[in-house]
């Protein structure tokens, strides 16, 4: 999808590489959108800087959140902890002023309503998302049931956006059911009314 996407709907002039778009749930009733959540496994510091961008227009447009904040998952809450990668993310996030960055988040932060926008590499997003699948496939498993854990459910949220081309697609799980394909369907249909590839590429433009 990604690959057919770049070739078909192109990238918004100026964007490194697009990514996928994840849904994240919060203890405040909220979701958070992460990114990237597998698109891309090896990343710069410059990519997961603009995909806090990304994220940012994102939630402004589709939710209406004036300031989005933003987080880089980080094995610490401080400046210094983590890779070479997120250490030099976070001197870009930090010095980026259209930014709303409020810092590090932990693992045990991301569940917690702590920012609206959750910038990682694709590989560190891909194993937290899939994770949290895992434990509502579990709990459902073992026939417990619980309101929060729900919310990790693939068929709430139906797909995952592709932001950073000029366009709109949506990527659907294989086996998705009945319930998923409505929810993707409501999914796209807030996408467009919102026009966020439009306000993308216009933030973009402007830089």
Not at 75 to 99: D, F, M, P, R, V
Request: hydrophobic fraction near 40%; charge should be neutral.
């Amino acid at each position: 999808m990604m690959v057919g996407s770049l070739f078909s709907v192109k990238t918004i002039e100026g964007i490194q590489r697009p990514a996928i778009a994840g849904f994240i749930p919060q203890t405040d009733g909220t979701h958070s959108v992460m990114l990237d959540i597998g698109a891309n496994a090896d990343c710069k510091p410059e990519m997961l800087e603009q995909w806090a961008v990304l994220g940012s227009v994102y939630a402004a447009a589709t939710r209406g959140i004036e300031r989005p904040r933003v987080g880089l998952l980080n094995i610490g809450e401080e400046e210094q902890k983590g890779s070479i990668l997120t250490q030099a993310t976070y001197a870009l996030l930090k010095a980026n002023e259209k930014l709303n960055f409020v810092g590090n988040l932990e693992g045990k932060d991301v569940f917690r309503g702590k920012a609206d926008v959750i910038v990682t590499d694709g590989f560190t997003g891909n194993i937290v998302l899939k994770m949290g699948e895992s434990i509502y496939n579990i709990m459902k498993e073992q026939g417990m049931v619980n309101e929060f854990v729900d919310r990790t459910n693939y068929e709430n949220y139906g797909g995952s956006p592709i932001i950073g081309i000029n366009g709109n697609v949506i990527i659907a799980h294989g086996a998705s059911s009945p319930t998923a394909i409505m929810n993707m369907i409501k999914l796209c249909q807030n996408i467009v009314k919102s026009e966020v590839a439009k306000k993308i590429k216009a933030a973009f433009e402007n830089n």
